[in-house]
């Protein structure tokens, strides 16, 4: 269903801007075209890793490593483990899709991908240089404990 | 003299735009390379993981192939959303539109101008710079930040593809009240006079 609203409007928006500016359009699309190159080693990666793990690991483990009640200090744990990596959101939705469809919970999904999107590590240099120490400080701290409870209030909502 | 310069600046220019021409046609090669081996590397580690478990060799293809059929659904669309807003939507019109607003108008720009598919994260790090610069308030430009971030309008999309509709509202909704309550939160807290006085 998303899919199909996902499409519609890329293609409205292709047409439109080929009405529009011929040029530009092109070059929105090479962009597209390195973007998707660039994001395809990690995709095919993950498409592979998916379907191994699944073979071999059968959803009931999952579901009791990742799934029922959750306690703060492991929900923190997500969240902490979202903000070390650095890995790339398009890449990380399907992978935390697959988790929850093997049984794991909302609630550690949620602080994973909050803090991998809000608070980010391997950025921090970029951001001490251009916002300086106390802003940086503030705002990936506050994330960091926000993630977590986003975390409960989706688990508690969902 | 103008003229001499103008054609100067014109040739720099050009000069500048085919060596980044140059350096994408690079990458650009390096990806396809990368890609190829990825293919291959994964093909080889299949046709041993067949050989040594042929029993669960079925249900991992039936589980791979079935993400590949749903990243091909919106991949493609998602990118070419995201190429389209890179060229359509420079940088330099969310700096335009955040500089000066404060208030509620500048809050509900912000959200907006965070939510368009525009680039990562470290090109908006110097944008939020440039804004506290401008005097824009230091909650419009975490909100902004936030936004920018974790709530991008393509990236929902693959969001509500994977992980489900309902969970996509509630992050969306939870997020965005938890990048206001930080936003007005550091304003607050931090004095931001060391930005707007320093130039």
Do not use: C
């Not at chain 1, 690991?57 to 929900?75: A, D, N, T, Y």
């Not at chain 1, 929850?100 to 608070?119: Q, R």
């Not at chain 2, 994408?24 to 990368?34: A, C, E, G, T």
């Amino acid at each position: 269903m998303i899919a199909v609203v996902i499409n519609i409007s890329a293609l409205v928006l292709v047409l439109f801007s080929f009405f529009k500016n011929r040029e530009k359009s092109k070059q929105a699309l090479k962009i597209a075209v390195s973007k998707g190159l660039g994001l395809a080693p990690q995709l095919i990666s993950l498409v592979a890793v998916i379907g191994i793990i699944f073979a071999f690991l059968p959803p009931e483990l999952i579901k009791e490593f990742l799934g029922g009640e959750f306690s703060l200090i492991q929900v923190g744990g997500a969240a902490l483990f979202g903000a070390v990596m650095m890995i790339p959101s398009l890449i990380a939705l399907p992978l935390a899709g697959s988790l929850i469809d093997a049984g794991a919970s909302y609630t550690p999904v949620a602080a994973f991908i909050t803090t991998l999107t809000m608070v980010g590590f391997v950025t921090i240099p970029v951001e001490l240089k251009e916002l300086g120490k106390k802003i940086t400080v503030y705002r990936n701290g506050l994330a960091l404990i926000f993630a977590v409870i986003i975390a409960f209030m989706i688990g508690v909502f969902i | 003299m103008t003229a001499a310069n103008n054609i100067e600046n014109q040739n720099n220019k050009n000069k500048q735009e085919k060596m980044t021409a140059e350096k994408k046609q690079q990458k650009f090669n390096q990806n396809i390379k990368k890609t190829i081996k990825t293919i291959i590397f994964w093909g080889i580690v299949l046709a041993v993981f067949r050989y040594i478990f042929p029993d669960r060799f079925p249900a991992a293809i039936s589980m791979s192939s079935r993400y590949l059929k749903e990243m091909i659904l919106v991949f493609p669309a998602v990118l070419v959303i995201m190429g389209l807003a890179d060229r359509w939507v420079p940088t330099s019109m969310v700096e335009k539109y955040l500089g000066h607003n404060s208030s509620f108008k500048g809050k509900f720009l912000a959200v907006f101008l965070g939510t368009l598919p525009t680039g990562p994260m470290y090109v908006a790090f110097p944008i939020a710079a440039e804004l506290l610069r401008k005097k824009a308030s230091l909650s419009n430009v975490i909100i902004f930040l936030g936004v920018w971030a974790s709530l991008k309008v393509p990236q929902l999309g693959v969001e509500i593809q994977f992980v489900g509709l309902k969970f996509s509202i509630l992050r969306f909704i939870f997020t965005l009240i938890s990048i206001f309550i930080i936003g007005l939160l550091m304003e607050k807290i931090i004095d931001t006079s060391e930005f707007t006085g320093a130039e």
